[in-house]
C-alpha cells in the first residue's frame, strides 16, 4: 500500500521467518521458569513445615504441668521442668524491654520528624547496619560492659545485650507507625498553636504507641529466642527461681529493691539457653526435655509475631482508611 | 518580626484573665518546652550511633594484648595453625576459613532459591495467595536459631546431609580441583560445613527473599507494560527488564543474607562439629569464628585466650559492619531512584 | 508491507478528499470489557483504518484507555478483566485465547501515557524488541536502530551519544525513544495513550509531527483528552461517554472533520465545544 524501504520489509521477513521457530522456544523456556520459582517457593517453605511439624511431634509428648512449674531434677531422675527457665527469660526479656523502649521510641520521634536531615539520615543507616551486627558480638559487648566490670555473670547483662539486639526493631517499627500519620494531622495541631512536644505527644502518641506495642512485640520475638548474647553474659543457673529468692527476702525483712537486686544480680537461665545445652548432652531425658523447649520456645515466638502482624495489618487500615 | 511577636504576646496577655495568668506563663514555657523536647530526642538519636562506634572502640580495646601478641598473623591464611590455650599461642585462620566457606557455599544456594521465591511472590501468584505467603516466609525467620539447630541435629543433618554429602564426596570428590573441596568422608552424624551450610541457607532465604520482594515491587509497572508491549514473555519481562533494573538493590539483599551468614551462632554451632582439623573440605567438621566464640568464650581461662576470641569477634564485627553498609547503601540507592524515574 | 488487506470496505464512512478506497486494518465488533462482575466497556463498535489517525476521545473514566487496551490484549494483565465480542485484525479475532498474545503484541505496538524507557542505553532499548525476536547481529540491529531513530525523529540528536542512558533524555525525548523502540519491532498498528499529556507543548508538537510523518507505514489509534490535539491529529474520531450504570459507551464514530464541525450527537458536540468534561 505504501512505499517502505527495503530494509525493513527485509527486517520484517527476518522477524517472520526467526518467529516462527523461536516462539515455541521461547513460550517452552517462559512455562518452565515460571513453574520453576514456584517450586522454588515450596522448597523454601519445606523446612518451615517439617520443623514445625517435628517441633510439635516431639515436644508435644514430653510438654505436661510439671515441665512449667518445676525446677530441674538432678541428672539422670525423669521428670522436672524448666520453670527457672522460663522466669528467667521473663526476666531478661523485661529487662531488655525497660532499656530498649524509650531511646528506642525517642530516636524513632526523632527519624520520623526530621527524615532528612544528615542526622536522621545517619540514624536510619545505623538503626539498619545495627540490625545486621551479630548477637554473639553483641554479646561480647555486653560482656565487656558489665560483666568484667562487675566481676560476674548477671541477667542484667543479658538483659542489656538483648535491649541492644531490640533496638532496632523498636525503632524501625515506630518510625514506619508515626509516619502512617497523616500530614494534615500534625500540622492542624501545629497550626492551632500547640507546641511540637505536645503535638508529638499528643497527636502522634497514639499512632506511636501502637508502633510501640508491635515493635515491642517484634523485638521481644527476635529477643525471647535469641541465645548467643547470653552465652557469656546471663550465662545460665539452673537453681534460679525467683519464688524462693522473694521467700527468702521477706523472711529476712529485706527491701523492695534488695530484692531486685538479687533478682537481676545474679546468673539466670532462659529457655533458649536451657535448650542449647540440654540439646548437647548426653541424656536421652534431657534431649527429649529440648524438644518440649523447643515447642514452647517456637509457640511463644510464632505466636507474638502472628499477633504483632494482625496488629500491624489492623492499624494500617485504619490509619489509611 | 520582632514587633509583630510582640504584637501576638501582648493581644495573648490581654485576652485572658487576670487570674489565668500562672497558666499562661506556663504555656509560655511549655511552648518554648521545644527545645529540650527536640534536645532529648536528639540526644537519643545520637546514642543510637554512639552504640556502633562504642561496640566497635570496646572489642578493640578488650582486644588490645593479643593483638599485640599476635599481629597480622593472627588473621592470614597459613596451612599449619595452631588454637591452643595451653601455651597461650592462637591463631584464627580455620575459623575465618570456615565462616568464608560455610556463608559462602549458603549464598550460592540461597540466591536461585531466593530469586524464584521473591519473583514468585511479587509477580506471579494471585492476590490471596501473596499474605500468606508473606507470613510463611516471616515465619521462616523468626524460628529461633537454636530451634534450627536442635532439628538440625537430630533430623536434618542424618536425614539429608550425611546422604546428600556421600553423594557429593563420590562424584565431586573424583573431580580434580574440585577434590580439595570435598574429601571426606562425611561423618556419619552429618555434622560437618556442608550442615552448616545448608542450616544457613534456610536460615537467610527469608532475608534476601524479603529484599528481593521489595525491590521488585518497587520497580513502577509502568517497565513491565512497556516490556510486554512489545511482546516479551512474562519470563522476558521479569529477566531481560525486572531483574536488572532492581539489580542494585537484589545485590544489597544478597550481601544483607551474606551478613546474615557469617554472624550466625547457635545454628551453626549446633551442627558444624566444631573440630580444629586440617582438611578444607566441605564434608569435614569445622568451625566458625561465632561459633568457637560460642563454645569457647565462657570457658577461657587464660587472658590471651579470652582476648584472642574478643578480637576473632572483633574482626567479625568489622566484616559484618562493612558488608551491612555497602547492603543498606545499594538497597537505598534503588528505593531513591525510583520515584525519579517515575516522574519522569 | 503486510498492511494490504482491502478486502473490507467501508460502507458507512467516505474515504476523505482522496479516492482511493479505505481498509479497515481493525474491526471492534460488539465488544464489551469486564472487571468482574463490573462491565467497563459495553457494546463497542468500530473500524480502525489502515493509514490512518483514529482518535479516541471523551471525558476520564469513560473507558478509552481500557479500549484500546484491549488492542493488544494488555488487559490480560489485569486478572479479573474478561472480554466479550471480537476484535479482528486482518480478518482475524486476537481476543480468542488461542491467538497468539507475544505475535499480537508484535504487530500491535503500544506507546504509554508517561516515557517508560528501561533503564539501558539509547541504543539497548530500541534494540530490545528485535532481539527478542531473534535479531542478533550487530549489522541488522544497527540498521534498525538507525531506521527507528530516524521515524521517530530523534536520531539527530541521540547519534552521537547512542551509549547514554536512555533516562538521560528530557521527557520529550524519552517519548520519542519509546515510539522508536515500539517502531523498531515494525508493528503494523501502533497504540498511543495519552502519548504526549506528560510533555511540554514543543515536545508535544514534535510527537504529533512524527505521527503525520509515520502514519504513511502504520496505522494509528491515539487516546487524547486533549480535543484540540485530535482535531489536529486525526483522520477518524471515536467518541465516548460513560452511560448510567458507569460504563463506557461509543457515542459517535466518524471522520474527524465531521465530528467536530457537524456533530450528530447532543453530548459530543457539548463535549467538543467545551461545554461539557
Excluded at chain 1, 533478682?263 to 531425658?285: G, H, M
Excluded at chain 2, 501582648?10 to 495568668?21: A, D, L, N, V
Excluded at chain 2, 536434618?156 to 554429602?165: I, N, R, S
Amino acid at each position: 500500500m505504501t512505499a517502505t524501504t527495503a530494509t525493513s520489509t527485509r527486517f520484517q521477513q527476518l522477524i517472520a521467518e526467526q518467529q516462527a521457530s523461536l516462539t515455541p522456544r521461547r513460550k517452552i523456556v517462559n512455562a518452565v521458569m515460571l513453574s520453576l520459582t514456584g517450586l522454588m517457593t515450596l522448597l523454601a517453605l519445606i523446612p518451615l513445615f517439617w520443623i514445625v511439624g517435628y517441633v510439635i511431634y516431639k515436644g508435644g509428648q514430653q510438654l505436661n504441668l510439671d515441665f512449667f512449674t518445676q525446677l530441674p531434677r538432678p541428672l539422670g531422675m525423669d521428670g522436672g521442668g524448666v520453670l527457672h527457665a522460663i522466669q528467667g527469660t521473663v526476666v531478661i526479656t523485661l529487662l531488655a524491654a525497660v532499656f530498649a523502649t524509650p531511646p528506642g521510641v525517642l530516636a524513632a520521634f526523632y527519624a520520623a520528624r526530621f527524615p532528612n536531615t544528615p542526622l536522621g539520615v545517619a540514624l536510619r543507616f545505623s538503626t539498619d547496619v545495627l540490625s545486621g551486627v551479630p548477637s554473639i558480638v553483641i554479646g561480647l559487648f555486653a560482656y565487656a560492659l558489665i560483666v568484667k566490670p562487675m566481676g560476674h555473670y548477671s541477667g542484667l547483662a543479658g538483659g542489656i545485650a538483648m535491649a541492644i539486639l531490640m533496638l532496632p526493631t523498636i525503632i524501625r517499627t515506630t518510625e514506619e507507625m508515626l509516619k502512617l500519620v497523616p500530614h494534615a494531622l500534625r500540622e492542624g495541631s501545629l497550626a492551632l498553636g500547640a507546641p511540637e512536644w505536645k503535638t508529638s505527644i499528643i497527636v502522634l502518641f497514639p499512632a506511636a504507641l501502637n508502633g510501640v506495642i508491635t515493635g515491642f512485640l517484634l523485638a521481644i520475638a527476635r529477643a525471647a529466642g535469641e541465645t548467643a548474647p547470653l552465652l557469656f553474659t546471663a550465662l545460665g543457673n539452673e537453681r534460679y527461681d525467683i519464688g524462693t529468692i522473694v521467700r527468702n527476702g521477706v523472711a529476712q525483712n529485706q527491701s523492695f529493691l534488695q530484692i531486685l537486686e538479687r533478682i537481676v544480680d545474679q546468673p539466670v537461665d532462659s529457655l533458649p539457653l536451657t535448650l542449647w545445652k540440654y540439646a548437647q548432652q548426653p541424656y536421652p531425658e534431657r534431649v527429649e526435655q529440648s524438644w518440649a523447649v523447643a515447642l514452647v520456645l517456637m509457640i511463644f515466638v510464632l505466636l507474638i509475631n502472628v499477633l504483632a502482624r494482625l496488629w500491624v495489618e489492623a492499624r494500617k487500615r485504619r490509619l489509611q482508611g | 518580626m520582632w514587633v509583630v511577636e510582640n504584637g501576638i504576646e501582648m493581644t495573648k496577655q490581654i485576652s485572658i484573665p487576670p487570674e489565668r495568668h500562672w497558666f499562661s506563663r506556663l504555656q509560655r514555657i511549655t511552648r518554648h518546652g521545644d527545645s529540650p523536647w527536640q534536645a532529648i530526642i536528639i540526644v537519643m538519636a545520637v546514642l543510637v550511633m554512639v552504640l556502633m562506634l562504642a561496640i566497635g572502640w570496646m572489642l578493640w580495646r578488650e582486644s588490645a594484648d593479643a593483638r599485640a601478641a599476635f599481629g597480622w598473623g593472627f588473621l592470614t591464611p597459613s596451612l599449619d595453625t595452631s588454637w591452643d590455650p595451653v601455651n597461650d599461642k592462637f591463631e584464627a585462620w580455620p575459623f575465618i576459613y570456615g565462616t568464608l566457606l560455610t556463608a559462602l557455599t549458603a549464598i550460592v544456594l540461597a540466591i536461585p532459591i531466593s530469586l524464584g521465591v521473591a519473583i514468585f511472590m511479587s509477580e506471579l501468584c494471585p492476590d490471596w495467595l501473596r499474605m500468606p505467603l508473606n507470613w510463611l516466609v516471616e515465619l521462616l525467620a523468626a524460628i529461633p536459631s537454636v530451634v534450627y539447630g536442635l532439628w538440625g541435629i537430630f533430623v536434618f543433618l542424618p536425614l539429608v546431609v550425611t546422604p546428600v554429602g556421600g553423594a557429593l564426596f563420590e562424584t565431586l570428590g573424583k573431580v580434580p580441583m574440585l577434590n580439595v573441596l570435598f574429601t571426606g568422608p562425611i561423618p556419619p552424624s552429618g555434622a560437618s560445613r556442608l550442615g552448616a551450610a545448608f542450616i544457613l541457607t534456610i536460615m537467610i532465604i527469608p532475608t534476601i527473599t524479603a529484599v528481593t520482594r521489595d525491590v521488585l515491587l518497587s520497580i513502577p509497572s509502568s517497565q513491565r507494560e512497556a516490556a510486554l508491549a512489545l511482546g516479551a514473555t512474562q519470563w522476558e519481562t521479569i529477566w531481560q527488564v525486572l531483574l536488572p533494573y532492581g539489580l542494585s538493590g537484589i545485590l544489597g539483599a544478597v550481601i544483607l543474607g551474606l551478613g546474615r551468614a557469617l554472624g550466625e551462632t547457635m545454628a551453626v554451632t549446633m551442627v558444624i562439629g566444631n573440630s580444629i582439623e586440617g582438611s578444607p573440605s566441605l564434608l569435614r567438621p569445622g568451625y566458625t569464628m561465632a561459633s568457637v566464640i560460642a563454645n569457647e568464650f565462657a570457658e577461657a581461662v587464660t587472658k590471651l585466650h579470652t582476648q584472642a576470641l574478643i578480637e576473632i569477634g572483633l574482626v567479625l564485627f568489622f566484616m559484618t559492619l562493612l558488608l551491612n553498609m555497602v547492603a543498606r547503601l545499594l538497597v537505598w540507592r534503588v528505593a531513591r531512584r525510583t520515584p525519579q524515574e517515575a516522574r519522569a | 508491507m503486510t498492511i494490504q488487506t482491502l478486502e473490507i470496505e467501508s460502507q458507512t464512512h467516505s474515504a476523505g478528499s482522496d479516492a482511493k478506497p479505505l481498509g479497515a486494518k481493525m474491526e471492534v465488533q460488539n465488544m464489551s470489557v469486564f472487571y468482574g462482575k463490573f462491565r467497563a466497556l459495553t457494546d463497542i463498535n468500530m473500524n480502525i483504518y489502515a493509514n490512518k489517525i483514529t482518535a479516541i476521545i471523551g471525558p476520564s473514566g469513560c473507558g478509552k484507555s481500557t479500549l484500546l487496551r484491549s488492542f493488544n490484549r494488555m488487559n490480560d494483565l489485569t486478572p479479573s478483566a474478561r472480554v466479550e465480542g471480537s476484535i479482528l485484525l486482518d480478518g482475524r479475532d486476537i481476543t480468542a485465547n488461542r491467538e497468539d498474545v507475544v505475535d499480537v503484541r508484535r504487530r500491535i505496538g503500544m506507546v504509554f501515557q508517561r516515557p517508560n524507557p528501561f533503564p539501558k542505553n539509547i541504543y539497548e532499548n530500541v534494540a530490545y524488541g528485535p532481539r527478542l525476536y531473534g535479531i542478533r547481529r550487530k549489522n541488522d540491529l544497527d540498521l534498525i536502530v538507525e531506521k527507528s531513530l530516524k521515524q521517530a525523529a530523534l536520531w539527530e540528536e541521540v547519534k552521537d551519544k547512542l551509549h547514554q542512558s536512555g533516562l538521560s533524555l528530557s521527557g520529550g525525548q524519552q517519548q520519542r525513544l519509546c515510539i522508536a523502540r515500539a517502531l523498531a519491532v515494525e508493528p503494523e498498528v501502533i497504540l498511543m495513550d495519552e502519548p504526549a499529556s506528560a510533555l511540554d507543548p514543543i515536545s508535544t508538537l514534535r510527537i504529533e509531527e512524527l505521527m503525520h510523518d509515520i502514519v504513511k507505514e502504520y496505522t494509528i489509534l491515539i487516546v487524547t483528552h486533549n480535543m484540540q490535539q485530535a482535531a489536529r491529529v486525526s483522520d477518524f474520531t471515536a467518541m465516548m461517554m460513560i452511560d448510567e450504570h458507569r460504563s463506557g459507551r461509543m457515542i459517535e464514530f466518524g471522520e474527524t472533520k465531521s465530528i467536530f464541525t457537524n456533530p450528530k450527537d447532543k453530548r459530543t458536540e457539548d463535549y467538543v465545544t467545551g461545554r461539557f468534561g
